[in-house]
């Protein structure tokens, strides 16, 4: 069983920079691709990045491609994802997910969310 927890959430202006990130434990962390997802209000929660279990190859969501940034430092059991140039539409809760082996948009775990909003 492995636990996600997501901080770093918060307020920010558009146009500026946060960055989240998701501790893992009770699993081998270096065994599963890992991945951000976001939910906004009155929306479905909807894929936003993912990075493979070396911490190569990254995916990204078209609407966020060029503005975050993925990555994973496996010595820390952490996962982050780095967030500028944010817009109001960035604006949602944010869930850590991991699936083990390699990412195929099915995560096997989950972590509780961290609340982003972004101010015009």
């Known amino acids: 069983q492995v636990q996600l927890g997501e901080s770093g959430g918060g307020l920010v202006q558009a146009g500026g920079s946060l960055r989240l990130s998701c501790a893992a434990s009770g699993g081998t962390f270096s065994g599963y691709a890992m991945g951000w997802f976001r939910q906004a209000p009155g929306r479905e929660r909807e894929f936003v990045a993912a990075i493979s279990r070396d911490g190569l190859s990254p995916l990204y969501a078209d609407s966020v491609k060029g503005r975050f940034t993925i990555s994973r430092d496996n010595a820390k059991n952490t996962v982050y994802l780095q967030m500028n140039g944010v817009k109001p539409g960035d604006t949602a809760v944010y869930y850590c997910?991991?699936?083990?082996?390699?990412?195929?948009?099915?995560?096997?775990?989950w972590g509780q969310g961290t609340q982003v909003t972004v101010s015009s």
């Open positions: 997910a991991a699936q083990f082996w390699s990412w195929t948009y099915e995560p096997n775990y």
